[in-house]
């Protein structure tokens, strides 16, 4: 049909638009949150590209759903607010018949969102965890910060002034103590030298001097030695095992599916629901975009919103009962969806007869249904 390729024709320029902008939008706020973040110190600098990508793509669904959901109803509304819409009626193709091309149109989102969503999300977060555990187990100077008091495991360490190209510093200071005994190491250094090549820190002091004893204790032995060194450990031993429920995004679509853990079933639902969710949606945008070219005012857009958070928090809702086991999967899954279709069916033939109010119609339906 000519309507058919038309429409799926504008429909795709449309959200080629519609998907450039809000990914503009959404690369903008991760930067600038994300910027925040590592001024904070909250993230090291060496991962700030690696958690704005795997932020992004963590996003994409929803980014997508509301591409395919707006695409539609801008151009649906622009038919109807340059009078393109009451010439197809006119022509006997009514709104019933738009579901076809829309369908057709939101079938490759739909297609594109299930493998984002039970495969290639699941997939990069898994890998990025992965790539965060390898940066944090090799050797950093991210502790070193001159001219500040830093921890250390028993102690405290100072540095007067550090050149992060040599790795070189001036006037060092620490003091460790012994936890058992309660023996101190007080240790104070012109100058020394940081390597890393090793795989651990190796800490070299030169012209150092060091004191050893016990706290309000005079027998305490000093040390003037030309050259010490200490060695710290890599943070491999610092690993921890991984709580599965608490990693859920990370586990792939398998192992959701052959669970029968609430927690993860509620997952499993999430990542089905984004997909059902987009083609819904779109559907959805048939009725709401009835527009009438003698009024101005056009309230679309913001019911358009409205729909969207009601839906998509009906849905996390929905997430939370599965996974306190209030409610069943099956009935988690499809509960808001049927909801929300029957609602736009609803809609959808209350603008196929619109002369009568909305609640008068209301009426007649459910009093054509009963009987």
């Known amino acids: 049909m000519i309507y058919q390729r038309q429409v799926i024709k504008e429909l795709s ?60 109803l801008n151009v649906l509304t622009g038919y109807w607010h340059n009078s393109e819409m009451i010439v197809w009626l006119s022509s006997g193709v009514s709104l019933k018949k738009w579901i076809i091309p829309i369908s057709l149109f939101s079938l490759p989102f739909v297609l594109v969102l299930l493998f984002l969503t039970l495969y290639l999300v699941p997939f990069i977060n898994d890998k990025s965890f992965q790539y965060s555990e390898y940066l944090r187990k090799q050797p950093s100077l991210d502790f070193i910060e001159q001219g500040v008091f830093m921890p250390v495991p028993n102690g405290v360490i100072f540095v007067e002034e550090f050149d992060p190209k040599t790795n070189d510093f001036q006037s060092f200071f620490s003091h460790i103590a012994d936890p058992n005994s309660g023996k101190f190491e007080i240790t104070l250094a012109k100058r020394g ?38 060695f710290m450990q890599s943070n491999e031993s610092e690993v921890k095992d991984i709580d599965l429920l608490t990693h859920k995004d990370w586990l792939p679509s398998k192992m959701l599916l052959s669970s029968k853990d609430p927690i993860l079933e509620s997952t499993l639902m999430w990542r089905l629901s ?98």
């Open 13 to 72: 320029i449309n959200s080629v638009g519609i998907f450039s902008i809000l990914l503009i939008i959404l690369l903008f706020i991760q930067f600038v949150n994300l910027l925040g973040q590592v001024a904070r110190g909250l993230i090291s600098v060496d991962l700030f590209a690696t958690v704005m990508s795997v932020s992004t793509i963590a996003l994409l669904p929803l980014l997508l759903c509301v591409t395919c959901y707006i695409s539609v």
């Open 193 to 230: 030298s940081i390597d890393l090549d090793s795989g651990d820190v190796k800490i070299t002091l030169r012209d150092a001097n060091r004191y050893l004893g016990y706290p309000n204790r005079v027998d305490f032995s000093i040390f003037t030695v030309p050259k010490v060194e200490y």
């Open 274 to 371: 984004i997909p059902i969710m987009a083609i819904i949606l779109a559907l959805f945008a048939i009725p709401l975009a009835y527009n009438n070219p003698r009024v101005n005012r056009n309230y679309n857009i913001i019911i358009a919103v409205v729909v969207f958070f009601i839906y998509q928090n009906a849905l996390i809702l929905m997430r939370n009962l599965i996974a306190k086991e209030i409610i069943g999967f099956w009935p988690g899954l499809f509960t808001v969806h049927s909801i929300m279709l029957f609602v736009t069916w609803i809609f959808l033939q209350y603008r196929l007869a619109p002369k009568a109010g909305f609640l008068s119609f209301l009426r007649t339906f459910f009093r054509k249904e009963v009987v």
